[in-house]
């Protein structure tokens, strides 16, 4: 069982920045690839990172190339999202979620999930 909690979200103008931590539980949490999703009022959850369980191998989709970087600290289970260059668009709710399989962009091969933590970007 792996208990994640998000945190680090927030208001910020157009071009600002942010960074959102995920903490998870228990002695597990080097088994699993990490992820970031995002869930916009009114559209389905989509996949914004993820990160292999030792780190080596990162992904993003293809909206945030450049502007996000995700990475992990296993000595503290935690994974990070660095957003920069935010733009409106990105306001949704953040979550991260942790996947035994590997990295993957399908949230259905994700084991756990966070609550989520709110970003809005004003214009």
């Known amino acids: 069982q792996v208990q994640l909690v998000e945190s680090g979200g927030g208001l910020v103008q157009a071009g600002g920045s942010l960074r959102l931590s995920c903490a998870a539980s228990?002695?597990?949490?080097?088994?699993?690839?990490m992820g970031w999703f995002r869930q916009a009022p009114g559209k389905e959850r989509e996949f914004v990172a993820v990160?292999?369980?030792?780190?080596?191998?990162?992904y993003y989709a293809d909206f945030v190339k450049g502007r996000f970087t995700i990475s992990r600290d296993n000595a503290k289970n935690t994974v990070y999202l660095q957003m920069n260059s935010l733009k409106p668009e990105d306001t949704a709710v953040y979550y991260c979620?942790?996947?035994?399989?590997?990295?993957?962009?399908?949230?259905?091969?994700?084991?756990?999930w966070g609550q989520g933590t709110q970003v809005t970007v004003s214009s």
């Open positions: 228990g002695r597990t949490f080097i088994r699993y690839a």
């Open positions: 990160i292999s369980w030792s780190g080596g191998s990162t």
């Open positions: 979620a942790a996947a035994s399989m590997g990295v993957t962009s399908k949230t259905s091969e994700y084991d756990y």
